[in-house]
Structures are given as C-alpha cells and as structure tokens.
DNA sequence: GTCTATAATATGATAGAC
DNA sequence: GTCTATCATATTATAGAC
C-alpha cells in the first residue's frame, strides 16, 4: 500500500477548494485542511512543498484552467450573444452550486497591503473574466469603453450576490442575481 | 499614568474595525489587534473579556449603531426619492473610504456550518439594510415585493463592488457601482 | 506516497504587580 | 486600566521510518 496516492491531484485540489471556500485562507489550518482531505499534513507537504500558500496557489490556478476549459471557449465562440450570457449563468450556477458556496476569489484575498501571489493571481483572474465578457458585450454592439464597464457590473453582481448570499444565509439571494446577468448586457444600447 | 484609558471606546472600536476589514477575523490575532490598537493583549482582555468574538461583536453592534444614526433616518425621512439615494451613496462612500477598506459584514462572515454571534448581527444588519431601502424603493411607486428585490439588488451590488475592487486592487469599481445605485430605484417602473 | 514523531513558533487566554 | 510574565494549546514545518 505504499506509494500509492491516496486522492489524485483533482480531487485534492477540489477538496481544498471546497475547504478554502467554507472558512478561507486564514481558516484553513494545516490540521482543518489534514481533516478536509484525509491526508496527514506531512503528506500535504509532499505534496505541496510550500505548504498552504502553495495549496491557494494550485487551487487558483485550477480555477484558471476550468475558466480556459468551460467558460472562455463557450463567450468567445461564434454563437449568438444571448446564448453565451444563458450558458455563463448555467456554468456560474453549478460553480457556486446554487449560491451555498463562496468565492474563491473573496476568500483567498490576501490581507490588504500583503502582496503574494494570490493577490496576483485574483487581479489576474477578474481582468480575464471582465475581458471575456466584455468581447460579448462588444459582440452585441457596445463600444468598447461601455463594454468594459458593463463587464465589470456583472462581475460586482456575480460575487456581490455570493457575499449577500452568504451573509444573509438566502442562497436564493445568487440565483436572482445570475438571472439578471444576461439583461446587463442585452438592454444596453 | 495608571487607571488611564490609553485609547476611549470610540477609537478603539474604530481601530477594531479597521484591522477586521484588512485582514478578517482569522487574519486579526491578538498579536495584530494590539499592534493596531496600542494596547497588550492583556489589556485587551480587561475591555473585552471574552476575547476576540466580543471583539468582532462589539464592531458590529457599533456598526448597527451608526446605521441607526445616519442612515436609517435619512431612507426614513419625508425628503424626495432622489434625495434620500444620494445622501444614502454620500454616506457609503464615506464609510468604505471611497472603495479603498472592505465590508466588515464580508470579512466577519464566520466559516459555513458555524454559527455564531457574528453571524445573527451580520444577518441582521443586511435584513435591516434591506428593509430600509426597500421602503425607499416603496417611496418610489414600487410594489411591495418588488421593493425587497430591488434593495436586495442595492446591497449585491454594493457588497460585490467592495469585493472586486479589492480583488482588482481597483477602488474606482466601487464608485462606479455606487454611482448606479440611485438608477436600480428610480428606473423602476 | 504516506505515516509517526518532533521541533520552533504563534496564538488565545490568565495571574498578578503597579 | 495597563503592564510583564506565564501557560496550554494550536500551528507551521521538518526528519525519518515504512
């Protein structure tokens, strides 16, 4: 029985995610994320030679590539805009599974005037998120500055909503908000 | 110099506040709060004797109570629509530091599957939040239901403003979303 | 690759002097 | 009311067996 990886590397990977999501980044304790996977924390260290940072790092990075697997593809194809906004909300919907899950991105942002790497790659992920969205709002006749602006609202809606939701205990609270996302863009001018 | 207060309730709760929205309610150890405050741990323990959780309650029964005093009797008052939502936008923007500190009801969320203190006056202050403006949006010629969901709409997006613009390290996100607020209500029918 | 054992430090909390 | 000193526990991290 030695040798042998007791989780592979996605299934680790979505349990931290999981774990960072529910009590985040401070929260989660070497013994709380031990507990979270079943593996020892000198285990999570073979793993992870940096230890936690390098876990919110790979954990980021994960969200990365599913954004570059699932959703990029899906705002930047050559289907009508109303149905890339329909496919978004879907895809957001099950992420947060239905607003009883948090944002990685509010959850991992490092204390203010801490500069790490998860600082960067947070900034690093909305700006491609408000560019992929933009390109749709441009795709559907917006001009460039407002196209960036209404990418941005929806952005502020989508984790505001994950935050309300949260606080609020009401995950209803995020399945109004990504129901109105598609309007943000398809009653602009 | 002895049985002199080193700092009067007003500032401390102040730096309380402050050092929460930085760096969260796990990112707060007793070792950051004195540094923030001036005080030793143990004098800390003498003006909150249980600690960090009367700490973070403390802050936010302050916080209940500034709303009691400058918010809730500006939306509840006889002046016009249009007014009470750009004093309520004024007010806001003064008390995020123009985007730049985040929301004390975001980063004092308590872990899921917690309950604790912390989370009934979080609850209770967005419940209190959206009763208030929805009696605006009823001000207005909205309709009962209606009214929730639009100050519901009002918090997503100030709540979520708060998280992007600290993720984007982009405070003008936030005066840009409080800058639409006024519109979510007086563009209803 | 995972485990037990261990070490250095940080943290929450208390006792008692002034 | 604040301080120094102290303590039990938790936390991050490493060493070495299997």
């Not at 990365?64 to 009508?80: C, H, Q, S």
């Not at 099950?94 to 948090?102: E, L, P, V």
């Not at 441009?138 to 196209?147: F, K, S, T």
Request: proline share 4%.
């Amino acid at each position: 029985m030695p040798q042998v990886r007791k989780i592979d590397d996605a299934a680790l990977l979505d349990r931290l995610a999981l774990t960072f999501k529910d009590v985040g980044y401070e929260g989660a304790s070497l013994a709380v994320i031990a507990e979270a996977t079943g593996l020892k924390k000198s285990s999570l260290y073979h793993r992870f030679p940096n230890g936690k940072e390098e876990m919110a790092q790979e954990v980021l990075a994960q969200v990365g590539r599913v954004l570059d697997a699932e959703i990029f593809p899906v705002l930047a194809g050559d289907t009508p805009v109303a149905d890339k906004l329909a496919r978004f909300v879907t895809a957001m919907d099950a992420m947060y599974d239905h607003g009883r899950q948090s944002c990685l991105l509010n959850m991992l942002s490092p204390p203010r005037g801490v500069q790490n790497g998860c600082g960067d790659a947070i900034a690093s992920t909305f700006h491609r998120l408000q560019a992929a969205l933009a390109s749709v709002a441009r795709q559907h006749g917006v001009g460039d500055e407002q196209a960036e602006l209404l990418a941005e609202q929806m952005l502020v809606e989508l984790h505001g909503a994950l935050v309300v939701a949260r606080g609020m205990d009401a995950p209803a609270v995020f399945s109004r908000a990504i129901a109105r996302l598609p309007r943000i863009v398809l009653d602009a001018v």
